[in-house]
C-alpha cells in the first residue's frame, strides 16, 4: 500500500513568547524569553518561583465565557490554539465531510488545575462543594473532544498521553491516519496548563526544576555548561494536516511537508532518560528512514533540549550516533530556552517552530548559550544566541517523556 502525502496547513501556537504564528515566531527568531515570575498563585514561599506564562491570554476571545467556564485552563488554551490553526488554514467546514476531519491533541497531565481546585473543596468544604464539572474539566481527553464540538469534526478523534512526548505522539499518529486513510483532515498537537503549586513543588522537589529565581530569563539554558534544570511552561500547539491532494483541491497554504514519523521507548528508568542515548538514536534514525531519507539529508533538529544535564547530554550522544560527521554540519537548536518545558505540548509548539524554519528560511536561537559544556561532549552547533538564515529541506523535531517515551517527527519542505 502506498502512502497517502501529509502536508501541514495551519498553524495554532498558543506560547509563552506568543499567541498566534505571527508574534510566536517574531519573538522567537528574536530571542525574546517568555520566561518570569510566577504570577497565577503566590509562590512566596517555593524554592521554584518562575514559569513561562502564556500572557495576557482571554478565554473569551476563543470561547463562549459559559462554555469557557466549564473548562479546565488547558482545554482553553488547547481550544484556542485549535481555532487559530483552523483559521489560518481556510477550511471551510460547510464544504468538508465532517466524518474526514479528526483531532489528535494530548496533554502530559491534563487538568490538574481543577484536580488541585476541587481536591481543596472535598478536604476543606465536604463532598457536596466539588463541581459536578470536576471530571469532563479533568480528564486530559477533554481537549480534543472540545476542540471537535468547537469546530463541528465528527472524524477519529484521540488523545495520546506520553508526558512530555504527547505532542509528537499525537502529530505522528494524525499523520498514519491520514497516510492511511482514515481521514482527510486532522487537527494535532499538544497543551499543558500545569503552572500551579502541585506541579511546581513536585517538580522541584525532584531536583528538575532551575532555581535560577533572580534571573528568570536566562533560567534556561539548554546545552549550556551552568544549566541547571528545566523551567516550566505552559501553552498549546495544534497544527492542521492535510492529505496533499485534498490541500491542493482546495488551493491550501502549504507550509512543510510531514515526511516521517517514529516512536520507542528506554524501558530504563520512569524520569531519567537512557544515560547511552541509543533508544532515542534509534527513534531518530527511525524517523530519518520512515521519510524516506538518509541522516546527510537533515539539515536541522529541533531538540527537546529542556536545560537538564542529563537530557541534554543524552540527546546530543543520540545525535551523533546517527548522524556521525554529519552531526557537525547541521544545526541544533532548543525553543525551551525561550518558551520553557510545555511539557505534553512542546511537540506541537515545537514542531510549528519547525515548520516556520523551514518555510522562512530562518533557524530560532538557543538563548542563553554562553559557556560550551565540552567536558560533557556538548560540542555541536546549537545555533548559539542569535537566530540564523538557512534553506532547511529536512528537518527533525524530537520529544522525550517521563517513562521513557520517544517520540520523533521529520518535516521536509513542500515539493510536488
Known sequence: MTKRRVVITGLGPVTPVGIGKDAFWTNLVAGKSGIGPITQFDATDFTVRIAGEVKDFDYTAFIDKKEGKRMDRVTQLAVAAAKLAFEDSGLDMSKEDAMRCGVCVGSGIGGINTFVEQADKLINKGPSKVSPFFIPMDIPNMSAGQIAIALGLKGPNTCIVTACASGTNCIGDALRTIQYGDADVMLAGGAEAAVNPAAIAGFANMKALSHNNDNPEQASRPFDKTRDGFVLGEGSGVLVLEELEHAKARGAHIYAELAGFAMNCDAYHITAPDPTGETPAKCLAACVKDAGLVPEDIDYINAHGTSTHRNDQGETL???????????????????????????????????????????????????????????????????????????????????????????????????
Open 318 to 416: 543520540a545525535v551523533k550516533m546517527v548522524f556521525g560527521e554529519h552531526a557537525y554540519k547541521l544545526a541544533v537548536s532548543s525553543n525551551k530556552s525561550m518558551i520553557g518545558h510545555l511539557l505534553g505540548a512542546a511537540g506541537g509548539v515545537e514542531a510549528i517552530a519547525t515548520a516556520l524554519t523551514i518555510a522562512n528560511g530562518v533557524i530560532p536561537p538557543t538563548i542563553n548559550y554562553n559557556e560550551p559544556d565540552l567536558e560533557e561532549g556538548l560540542d555541536l552547533d546549537y545555533v548559539p544566541n542569535v537566530a540564523r538564515q538557512a534553506e532547511v529541506k529536512a528537518a527533525l523535531s524530537d520529544n522525550l517523556g517521563f517513562g521513557g517515551h520517544n517520540a520523533c517527527i521529520c518535516l521536509t519542505k513542500f515539493a510536488e
